[in-house]
């Protein structure tokens, strides 16, 4: 899978791949060069969705209800 098709994956999808391609190398059936492959296609699919991880966190918000009854929104720590 060349990184042009990682880069486009959703979160649920290249999680699903890297969970194929873990399976697949625990298998041990793989010859070392094609296992090398996948790990590096493994390594890139953990990067992306690390990243996704990291942008979704950006975006969450906590409310709080302050002494007033006004509801404020802060950024997540």
Not at 25 to 33: I, N, Q
Not at 42 to 63: H, S, W
């Amino acid at each position: 899978m060349a990184n042009k098709k990682i880069d486009g994956l959703s979160f649920e999808d290249a999680l699903k791949r890297l969970e194929e391609t873990v399976k697949v190398l625990e298998s041990g059936t793989v010859p070392l060069e094609e296992s090398l492959k996948l790990f590096e296609e493994g390594v890139a699919l953990v990067k992306l969705c690390n990243g996704k991880l990291d942008e979704a966190e950006q975006k969450v918000k906590i409310l709080r209800k302050t002494a007033d009854g006004e509801i404020t929104e802060e950024d997540m720590e």
